[in-house]
């Protein structure tokens, strides 16, 4: 699992409830991100991060806000949870390092956090 | 925009079979195709990376090739075996961030 934890594993909380999942990674990756995997969907980027306190947008982040204080931490809250939140949600890391290039280093994946909002 | 697409959505193949698993995109300006695997319940394990300057990349029993002109590649695995059963997925990085297609389901019947 590429040294990636994520927590909780799986969470049922309450529409309107605010809500923060929490990725670990012991790589020393640079880039972080989040990802919400839904039938029908696929796999979409949420938000990412390419160090410390550097975070951006990616397809799907209305409603979501992210936070990295340290290079180990990648924090993802659901300001107020919504049943279309529902979903399974994936970090990734990924380093220049690891590759030929900054754009050939491969994604490593957490092993996800199935989310439930009633 | 880029479209990633994966046919078919499901496969089931007899053990000791080789087979081939289709991923097509749509934007050929692309810097690497990667091909993952999915365990239920599980996150994505990465197989094999291939750069836009390169053909195919080979680990194992496990062979992918990329042709960026006609916008294809394929995963070829060899002497499959019932471990193999997942769901692959290709994911394609260009000048978005990538773009996954959303899986074949490979089944092996032993």
């Known amino acids: 699992d590429a040294g990636i934890t994520q927590s909780p594993r799986h969470k049922v909380t309450e529409t309107g409830t605010p809500v923060t999942l929490r990725c670990h990674q012991t790589?020393?990756?640079?880039?972080m991100y989040w990802y919400r995997q839904d039938p029908g969907h696929g796999l979409r980027l949420i938000h990412y991060?390419?160090?410390?306190?550097?975070?951006d947008k990616g397809e799907v982040s209305d409603g979501y806000s992210v936070s990295r204080s340290k290079t180990e931490d990648f924090l993802l809250t659901l300001e107020s949870a919504t049943s279309s939140q529902t979903s399974v949600y994936f970090c990734a890391i990924s380093d220049p390092r690891t590759g030929t290039s900054s754009y050939n280093s491969p994604l490593h994946f957490g092993n996800g956090t199935r989310l439930t909002v009633t | 925009k880029q479209e990633v697409t994966q046919i078919p959505a499901a496969l089931s193949v007899p053990e000791g079979e080789n087979l081939v698993l289709n991923c097509s995109f749509t934007?050929?300006?692309?810097?690497?195709l990667q091909w993952f695997r999915q365990d239920p319940g599980k996150g994505l394990t990465s197989l094999l990376l291939i750069q836009s300057s390169q053909r195919e990349q080979t680990s194992g029993r496990l062979n992918a090739s990329l042709d960026k002109s006609s916008g294809r590649s394929t995963l070829y695995i060899a002497a499959s075996q019932p471990g193999d059963s997942a769901t692959y997925l290709c994911a394609v990085k260009g000048a978005q961030k990538l773009v996954f297609g959303q899986g074949t389901r490979l089944t092996i019947n032993p």
């Open positions: 991060s390419y160090g410390v306190k550097d975070t």
């Open positions: 934007d050929s300006a692309i810097y690497n």
């Open positions: 790589e020393n990756h640079r880039y």
